[in-house]
């Protein structure tokens, strides 16, 4: 039977192995997300760039597609049918790079999600049975709500309560209570604990993860709102629709910022600043301007190849070659 538990440490596996070589390096957890987070950034930047070309095509194809809107006004399955006659004849694909970066960041973020709830067996890598009488010795330690989550939250309880349970774990040893110690003492920034979950419940210093993240968010989604409306001017319903759809992002951003520790909260932040980098720097480099420019040189380059190439079929034929 399938083993979701399973399934989400197989899926944390390498996510813990890269945290704990740049933490080896580093000797800073906040360094280490970051540095995790440049490596996503980088994977799926091949990607983005696909997008975007796909969405300055797409802009160069909307002339046409109001044309098939108005002759077909009133018939959807028409218009529908029309576009993808277009689309295959353009060699345009509406889902081409844009479902890759969002699954490369599900999948980090399912990772990220458990390499935070279980720093001390994928970070630093200790034993199993150690894991089991840390376990074991922080649960009569909670209480409420902290006892409802003990058996995932383990990890970040021992490490909040190391202090108290450290001398009745029978299997610690000088050098690995240090690495921890020095580990708790680096597991913090700007004076915020990593393993704390903000608190909806509860404001507090905390709450600035959130609320940081949803700013972030809602400058992205009117930043991208904004360009979207300049690539499609007269598409005002997909204008619309994309606008909910983008404005739903800040809150869906807030609510698993109080879902997750704060590690997970400062992930999203960093990715999401250089996201927005991305975005601003790409709409440079490959502005729909620049890239339908660039079609339009290769188009004529094609054509002309073409017509060569007929011209010479031609000849050969007239010749009596063929």
């Known amino acids: 039977s399938f083993d979701l538990a399973n399934f989400y440490a197989w899926i944390a596996y390498p996510f813990g192995l890269v945290l704990s ?20 950034k980088l994977l799926v930047l091949p990607s983005s760039i696909s997008q975007q070309k796909g969405q300055a095509k797409q802009a160069r194809l909307q002339p046409k597609i109001r044309k098939i809107q108005e002759r077909y006004a009133g018939d959807q399955q028409k218009i529908n049918r029309a576009t993808q006659e277009l689309y295959q004849k353009e060699g345009f694909s509406a889902m081409r790079g844009g479902c890759a970066p969002m699954a490369v960041q ?15 067996s994928m970070v630093l890598r200790l034993p199993k049975a150690l894991i089991s009488e840390f376990t074991a010795a922080v649960t009569p ?29 029978s299997g610690l040893t000088p050098e690995i ?46 930043y991208s709102f904004i360009r979207q409306k300049k690539l499609t001017p007269g598409n005002q319903a997909s204008n619309m629709s994309m606008g909910c759809m983008m404005f739903m992002t800040p809150a869906m951003q807030i609510y698993f910022s109080f879902l997750f520790p704060t590690a997970v909260g ?20 490959h502005s729909p301007e ?7 040189i290769e188009e004529s380059i094609e054509r002309r190849s073409k017509e060569e190439n007929i011209k010479k079929i031609a000849e050969i034929k007239k010749s009596g070659n063929i």
């Not at 070589?21 to 996503?40: D, E, H, K, P, R």
């Not at 990772?111 to 935070?116: D, I, K």
């Not at 902290?146 to 058996?151: R, V």
């Open 21 to 40: 070589l740049f933490y080896n390096l580093s000797g800073n957890y906040v360094f280490s997300i970051f540095a995790l987070m440049l490596v996503v």
């Open 106 to 120: 599900m999948i980090v973020m399912l990772g990220l999600f458990q390499v935070n709830y279980h720093p001390l």
């Open 141 to 169: 330690l909670l209480s409420g709500s902290m006892a409802k989550g003990a058996s995932y939250r383990a990890e970040l309880y021992a490490l909040q309560h190391f202090s108290e349970i450290k001398s009745g774990i």
């Open 177 to 222: 209570s240090n690495k921890i110690s020095s580990f708790i003492s680096r597991y913090n920034f700007l004076g915020l604990d990593l393993a704390v979950t903000p608190n909806f419940k509860n404001f507090d210093k905390y709450w600035a993860i959130p609320v940081i993240t949803g700013l972030i968010a809602l400058g992205t989604a009117l």
């Open 266 to 285: 400062i992930y999203i932040i960093f990715s999401s600043i250089i996201s927005f980098v991305q975005m601003v720097v790409l709409n440079h480099t």
């Open 290 to 296: 620049k890239v339908l420019a660039r079609l339009m």
